[in-house]
Every structure is written in C-alpha cells, then in structure tokens.
C-alpha cells in the first residue's frame, strides 16, 4: 500500500495521475459526498455517494478510514483494496493528512508519504491556478495546509514536489517501482 497525502494543491492527483500509467499500481477509489466536478467519472475518481448512503457504509464498517476534510465525506473503502494487496500489486491512496494518520494509527501495514510543496506561496499559485475553488474554498485550504505541514514528520517519507519529474522519480524509488512495467513482466515469467 502507498499512502500520497499532503495538503491541498500539493500535487498529489497529478502525481498518482503519472504513477498509474504503471501497471502494477491500482488506484484505490475513494468514496465521497462532494459534487462531481466538470470531468471526473463516477467510479473512476471518486465514487459519488449521497451523505445518507456514506453513513450507511460507515455504520456498515466497509470504510478502513473516513474523515470529513472541506465539508465533505470522504473514505477509504475496505474491500477492493484487500483484493488488490492479495494479488500483489501496489494499492495507491491518495488521501487527506488525517485519514493517513489514521491509517497508520491502526498499524495498517504500507509505505507513508508526504507530498509538500516547494513553500505556501507555490502552493496559493497552484490552487488558484488549477481554478475548481473559489476564492474563499482556497484560502480555507491553505489555512488549513500549514497544520498539515506540521504533521509530516509522523511519516516514512517527505517529498517535496518542485520539479514534478524529480518528486515523480522519488516517489517510484521509495514505492520500489523504477524498474519499468515491461521489465516487471518479462522478469515475473521467467
Ligand atoms: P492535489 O491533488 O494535491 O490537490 P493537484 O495534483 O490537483 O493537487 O495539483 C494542483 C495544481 O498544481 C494543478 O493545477 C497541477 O497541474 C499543478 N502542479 C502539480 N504539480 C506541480 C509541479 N511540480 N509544478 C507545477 N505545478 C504543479
Ligand atoms: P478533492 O475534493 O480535492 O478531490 O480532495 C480533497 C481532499 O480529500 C484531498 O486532500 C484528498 O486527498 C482527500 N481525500 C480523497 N479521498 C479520501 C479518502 O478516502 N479519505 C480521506 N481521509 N481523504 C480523502
């Protein structure tokens, strides 16, 4: 299991975006309560839950982690991700600081990064580059980003995204996956 967490706009979408053209890795879909934004896919990014349907799978106890992060619910389901640990490949969650935290508090076994920013001013220019927030949505994000940046040292590894390449490179080395999908596959029929 590979945890990318870190603050918002940090680059962390961008950088599972890039580790999942591997196939090896599986991106572990998120449910959530927030509104589909102009080109996600329900069951491709997130799967879209009422409010009422999240907390049923909560009672349900299919969530391994949940947290409410901007509002919205989000949460971490249990079942594809022991599928895909049993068939040995890399389970990738891209998840908020808490819902990491928590995951690790349960001794759920995997390897914790922490994506941060190159520094707050980077970080403003990207939210409001990347334009899904309001301008009032952005600053409560990086208010809130300076606690998170706090909470980096309870992790295995801090990676900060300057050069996207360079943190993508670092990412694949700590996940033990330089070696190049096709190389994989060759060495697994042997
Ligand atoms: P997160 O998923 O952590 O909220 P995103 O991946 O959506 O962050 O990135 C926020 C914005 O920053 C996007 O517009 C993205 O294209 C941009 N971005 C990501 N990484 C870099 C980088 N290394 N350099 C410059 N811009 C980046
Ligand atoms: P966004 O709405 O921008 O897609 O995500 C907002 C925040 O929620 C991001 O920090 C993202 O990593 C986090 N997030 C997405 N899925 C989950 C999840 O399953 N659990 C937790 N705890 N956070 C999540």
Not at 22 to 46: I, L, W
Not at 83 to 97: K, P, Q
Not at 124 to 138: A, H, I, P, Q
Not at 148 to 157: A, F, L, M, N, Q
Request: net charge negative; aromatic share 8%; proline share 4%.
């Amino acid at each position: 299991m590979l945890v990318l967490s870190g603050p918002s706009g940090c680059g962390k979408s961008t950088l599972c975006r890039e580790l999942l053209k591997d196939q090896r890795v599986e991106f572990s879909v998120s449910a959530t309560t927030r509104p589909k934004r102009a080109g996600e896919v329900d069951g491709r990014d997130y799967v879209f839950l009422t409010p009422k349907t999240f907390k049923a799978h909560v009672d349900a106890g299919e969530f391994i982690e949940w947290a409410e992060v901007f509002g919205n619910l989000y949460g971490t389901l249990r079942a594809p991700m022991e599928a895909t640990l049993a068939a040995g490949r890399v389970y990738l969650l891209e998840i908020d600081v808490q819902g990491a935290l928590q995951l690790k508090a349960l001794n759920v076994p995997g390897t914790y990064v922490f994506i941060a920013p190159p520094d707050f001013e980077e970080l403003r220019r990207r939210l409001v580059g990347r334009g899904t927030e309001s301008v009032e949505v952005v600053e409560r994000r990086l208010s809130k980003a300076e606690d998170e940046y706090r909470e980096r040292v309870k992790y295995d590894h801090v990676v900060i995204n300057d050069d996207l390449q360079r943190a993508l490179d670092e990412v694949r080395a700590i996940a033990g996956l330089q070696l190049g999908p096709d190389t994989t596959a060759d060495r697994d029929k042997e």
